[in-house]
């Protein structure tokens, strides 16, 4: 299968060899951590299939799985052989810093989280670093940036970018002219950044990951009040933020609310349209976005993901999101980030 590419403006700009990524990626944290456990050969499945179904972007970071997850897409590179060369791998650095505040982000510091990467994923340059949701101040620190920008201009890295919670971190990263892409939650779930983040994102060039987009699961459809997950599972133990940002898990939204409100939007679609292909599309189908990221914990998952980058959005499902989102989700989650 060929899926649709989209150009990372700015990075096109560079030269770099990868400025392209397949409309659906695959977004790699379930392949380290925090979603219960996937063996080898699963998570090495999820690849294949992934690329099989025509994606060709990677995103991860280097503590999901404490490098687990780096490492596997490596063993799946070298496999490819000559075929790697079509794909492009996005990372993240910056969540080992301990302590986690923005004084820890020296130039030491990201030097060697770069190099981590770089050893995890058996290449000299990466493709694409981001800052993997930082402290707040991090963004008014010219130094970081310049040591980005430096490690750019050694060839280190191909392009960097950031990882963002809130969309008034996106818009500070945006206005940043060595930054290539922002990584920010878009879901039926989260609708702020069509504001003014998608937009401000467009007119720079700059390209936007849609992250976290059927809502750590929420929008799969498949959850009822009584599902439980396991104790290794952030959807388990992170669901009032104990462990990090509260927005990562379902989205900042309530379960039982997510659930009245998936109930709705499934209520809308064709009977032959699975909600999680219709959610995944309408992401893709915002003006600005270059790749949607969704996770898979198996390769069918990973196949059906995929799917949603040749299929088209039912007529009136957009206006659903819109109507769903004022009703139920607008209140608790569109001030927070």
Same mark, same amino acid.
């Not at 979603?35 to 690849?47: H, R, Y």
């Not at 799946?76 to 990372?91: H, K, Y």
């Not at 600005?288 to 998952?301: E, F, H, L, S, Y």
């Given at each position: 299968m060929t899926l649709e590419h989209r150009t990372f403006g700015r990075l096109k700009l560079t030269?770099?060899?990868?400025?392209?990524?397949?409309?659906?990626?695959?977004g790699c944290w379930q392949l380290g951590a925090d979603? *219960?456990?996937?063996? !080898?050969?699963? /998570?090495? #499945?999820?690849?294949?299939? $992934?690329?099989?179904?025509? +994606?060709?972007?990677?995103?991860?970071?280097?503590v999901y799985g404490d490098g687990r997850s780096e490492k596997l897409i490596a063993r799946?590179?070298?496999?490819?052989?000559?075929?790697?060369?079509?794909?492009?791998?996005?990372?993240k650095v910056g969540r080992r810093a301990d302590p986690f505040v923005a004084e820890t982000y020296s130039e030491e510091n990201l030097r060697a989280?770069?190099?981590?990467?770089?050893?995890?994923?058996?290449?000299?340059?990466?493709?694409?670093?981001?800052?993997?949701?930082?402290?707040?101040a991090v963004y008014d620190m010219d130094p970081?940036?310049?040591?980005?920008?430096?490690?750019?201009?050694?060839?280190?890295?191909?392009?960097? *970018?950031?990882?963002? !919670?809130?969309? /008034?971190? #996106?818009?500070?990263?945006? $206005?940043?002219?060595?930054? +290539?892409?922002?990584?920010?939650?878009?879901?039926?779930?989260?609708?702020?950044?069509?504001?003014?983040?998608?937009?401000?994102?467009?007119?720079?060039?700059?390209?936007?990951i849609a992250r976290v987009p059927l809502a750590s699961g929420l929008l799969s459809g498949k959850y009822t009040a009584d599902t439980t997950f396991d104790e290794n599972d952030h959807r388990n133990y992170n669901r009032d933020g104990a462990a990090f940002d509260v927005g990562e898990t379902f989205s900042g939204v309530d379960f039982a609310t997510g659930l009245a409100a998936v109930d709705e939007l499934r209520a809308d679609l064709p009977q032959d349209v699975p909600l999680p292909q219709a959610a995944l599309r309408w992401i893709i189908d915002q003006p600005?976005?270059?790749?949607?990221?969704?996770?898979?914990?198996?390769?069918?998952?990973a196949r059906r993901n995929a799917a949603a980058g040749e299929s088209t959005l039912p007529a009136g499902f957009?206006?659903?999101?819109?109507?769903?989102?004022?009703?139920?989700?607008?209140?608790s989650v569109h001030t927070r980030w």
């Open positions: 030269g770099a060899a990868h400025a392209s990524a397949s409309v659906v990626g695959l979603w *219960g456990e996937v063996s !080898e050969d699963d /998570a090495l #499945a999820v690849l294949r299939a $992934a690329h099989d179904s025509g +994606v060709t972007f990677f995103d991860t970071a280097d799946f590179r070298a496999e490819l052989g000559d075929a790697a060369a079509g794909i492009m791998v996005a990372t989280w770069v190099d981590r990467s770089r050893t995890n994923l058996q290449t000299d340059t990466l493709d694409l670093v981001q800052l993997h949701c930082p402290p707040p970081v940036f310049d040591t980005l920008a430096e490690l750019r201009q050694e060839n280190v890295v191909a392009g960097f *970018g950031v990882s963002v !919670e809130t969309t /008034a971190e #996106a818009l500070t990263a945006i $206005a940043r002219p060595g930054v +290539v892409s922002v990584q920010i939650i878009l879901n039926a779930f989260r609708l702020k950044p069509l504001d003014e983040v998608l937009p401000a994102a467009m007119e720079a060039g700059v390209g936007i600005g976005v270059t790749t949607v990221i969704p996770g898979a914990r198996n390769a069918d998952q957009a206006d659903t999101v819109r109507r769903v989102y004022d009703a139920r989700i607008r209140e």
